[in-house]
Nanobody, 115 residues
Framework: QVQLVESGGGLVQAGGSLRLSCAASGRIFSINPMGWYRQAPGKQREMVAITTSGITKYADSVRGRFTISRDNAKNTVDLHMSSLVPEDTAVYYC??????????WGQGTQVTVSS
């Protein structure tokens, strides 16, 4: 069983920065993909950034503004967000995919960017 706990969301003005953190516990290996997704009101959940085995991938909308980082020793994955815009407002979720292909999700953390 894997548990994910996110923290770090909040309210920020456009142009500001936030850092989200996700702490994972349970059966976790460094090869397990981990990442951040978000869901805005009325929209589908979308990938923001993912990392696995040192490879990272970003959504086009956040590339150059967001950075994902992972600490395998601590089983954490952070999302550093800068130059935030109102369109980044969403609930952000941490996800881990197990070596059996099962997706585990955190409870989500709200990020609100005011204009």
């Amino acid at each position: 069983q894997v548990q994910l706990v996110e923290s770090g969301g909040g309210l920020v003005q456009a142009g500001g920065s936030l850092r989200l953190s996700c702490a994972a516990s349970g059966r976790i290996f460094s090869i397990n993909p981990m990442g951040w997704y978000r869901q805005a009101p009325g929209k589908q959940r979308e990938m923001v950034a993912i990392t696995t085995s040192g490879i990272t991938k970003y959504a086009d909308s956040v590339r150059g503004r967001f950075t994902i980082s992972r600490d395998n020793a601590k089983n954490t994955v952070d999302l550093h967000m800068s130059s935030l815009v109102p369109e980044d407002t969403a609930v952000y979720y941490c996800k881990l995919t197990s070596d059996w292909g099962i997706d585990y999700w955190g409870q989500g953390t709200q990020v609100t960017v005011s204009s």
